[in-house]
C-alpha cells in the first residue's frame, strides 16, 4: 500500500521560512517522479513543484520560482519543499504527489498517488 505523509507545516509569518517533506512508503520511490500541490480555500488544486525520479529536472510554478527549493533523497524516501519569503497568497494545504513515470510533471492528473496534505498558514 503507497503512503505519502507530509509534515512539518503550521503558522509561520509573511516573510519567514518553513520546511516541508514527505515521507513516502510502499513504493519504489528511486522511480518515482514528485510533485508538490497545494490548495487554497476557495480554489482549485494548483502545481507548486516537481521533481524528477533522480533530481534531474526540477519545475516550478511562477508564484513559487526562487522563493521555493524542491529536493529528494532517494535513500531515505522522502522528498521536501523549502519554502521561503512566505507570502500570505501562500496560506493553502499542501500536497504531495507520486507520479510512477518518474517525470517531474506539472499536471495533477499525471500523479497517481496523493499524501494527505498539510497545512501552511502565512500571517500578514
Known amino acids: 500500500q503507497v503512503q505519502l505523509v507530509e509534515s512539518g507545516g503550521g503558522l509561520v509569518q509573511a516573510g519567514g521560512s518553513v520546511r516541508l517533506s514527505c515521507a513516502a512508503s510502499?513504493?519504489?520511490?528511486?522511480?518515482?517522479?514528485m510533485g508538490w500541490f497545494r490548495q487554497a480555500p476557495g480554489k482549485e488544486r494548483e502545481f507548486v513543484t516537481a521533481?524528477?525520479?533522480?533530481?534531474?529536472?526540477?519545475y516550478y510554478s511562477d508564484s513559487v520560482k526562487d522563493r521555493f527549493t524542491v529536493s529528494r533523497d532517494n535513500a531515505k524516501n522522502t522528498v521536501s519543499l523549502q519554502m521561503n519569503s512566505l507570502k500570505p497568497d501562500d496560506t493553502a494545504v499542501y500536497y504531495c504527489?507520486?507520479?510512477?513515470?518518474?517525470?517531474?510533471?506539472?499536471?495533477?492528473?499525471?500523479?497517481?498517488?496523493w499524501g494527505q496534505g498539510t497545512q501552511v498558514t502565512v500571517s500578514s
Open positions: 504527489a507520486a507520479d510512477l513515470l518518474g517525470g517531474a510533471g506539472r499536471g495533477a492528473s499525471e500523479y497517481q498517488h
Open positions: 510502499g513504493l519504489l520511490f528511486s522511480r518515482y517522479g
Open positions: 521533481i524528477s525520479w533522480n533530481g534531474g529536472r526540477t
